[in-house]
């Protein structure tokens, strides 16, 4: 019974190709470091997307919850700066890594996303016993055995889980929200289409301070999600949105990596330009996308964390979208 409530926990949305697990041989204890921002806004590192919370004189907003086995270890942290309820959790968008701790949530906190959060999350047995079958069957014959006993365990969950056991959000929007917690005003927007099609941001008006989920990464090679909804001329355009609303002082907490200021987020924003300027000057000069993608490299992103990882399939995906 235990074994099959993780499972459930770990399905609750999809993983993150090439994300490192952070301080996977250390226990959920030791893995947390929590630091004050401004205003009552805090930025909380442990293993998954970066969580940021505000404290209000009444409740805590947190944004994120990071995987079901350290999400326990997350409120422990909140508690030890504040006895104030949890009353609020966003979620960024619907990758794992964000969303995984929502059945510790769910409880006492009310749930808040875009509304393809939830649709995706809700899709996600379907979505398994669509694609899985077909995966199972390469990981045998290649002799994957890891890949083979995962793919077998979410056919098995998606098979009899039932929908009301996925903490998935219950309340949901299309365009922006305004959360009011004393004299802080907590303005949450949906761009379009970018690392998913249900991302948002988080930006605490008085302290000045963003929550930019994986919108927005620190000097770490994004993942964009072409199946969940990505682009990457979507993701540039999101970034352009959030430039536009944020002012010079402007403390950013990102999906992953250290927080950032302005400067850090144009970086990133510099990224993308440079990454479709390349895949599209190949595309237009008639270059073949393989042998694109075997030549692709710029280096000036080379030491970013990630860059052999996931930097191929960004270029991948830039190619594919360039006219």
């Known amino acids: 019974m235990k074994r099959l409530l993780l499972i459930t926990l770990l399905c609750l949305a999809v993983p993150v190709p090439g994300l490192p697990e952070e301080h996977p041989d250390r226990s959920p204890a030791d893995i947390f470091r929590v630091s004050p921002l401004r205003g009552n806004v805090y930025v909380l590192y442990g293993r998954g997307g970066n969580v940021g919370f505000y404290v209000g004189p009444d409740a805590v907003f947190v944004v994120d919850s990071q995987y079901p086995d350290v999400a326990p270890g997350i409120l422990d942290q909140i508690r030890k700066i504040t006895d104030r309820p949890v009353k609020y959790l966003l979620n960024t968008h619907y990758h794992v890594d964000h969303v ?16 393809n959060v939830r649709k995706r999350m809700l899709a996600s047995p379907s979505e398994i016993l669509r694609d899985y079958p077909g995966e199972l069957e390469k990981a045998r014959k290649a002799g994957n055995e890891k890949g083979e006993k995962y793919y077998a365990e979410q056919i098995e969950w998606a098979r009899k889980v039932k929908v009301e056991e996925i903490a998935a959000p219950f309340l949901t ?5 305004r959360l009011y917690l004393g004299d802080e005003v907590i303005r949450v927007w949906h761009t379009p289409p970018a690392h998913t099609d249900g991302d948002s941001v988080a930006y605490f008006e008085k302290a000045r301070v963003l929550h930019g989920g994986d919108l927005i990464w620190s000097r770490v090679i994004p993942f964009i999600d072409v199946k ?8 540039a355009a ?14 950013i907490i990102p999906g992953h990596g250290d927080v950032m200021d302005l400067q850090g987020l144009k970086a990133f924003r510099r990224y993308f330009a440079d990454l479709l300027e390349l895949a599209g000057k190949a595309k237009s000069a008639g270059v073949p996308r ?27 995906a830039a190619y594919d979208e360039a006219p």
Do not use: Q, W
């Open 100 to 115: 995984g701790g929502n059945p510790v949530f769910r409880p006492f906190s009310l749930i808040v996303a875009h509304e």
């Open 173 to 177: 929007f299309e365009s922006e929200i």
């Open 228 to 235: 969940g909804g990505g682009t990457p001329k979507g993701h």
């Open 238 to 251: 999101a970034l352009d949105e959030i430039l536009r609303n944020l002012p010079s002082d402007a403390m």
């Open 290 to 316: 393989e042998e694109f993608l075997k030549t692709a490299d710029l280096p000036a992103y080379r030491e970013y964390s990630g860059y052999e990882r996931r930097f191929k399939d960004n270029c991948a």
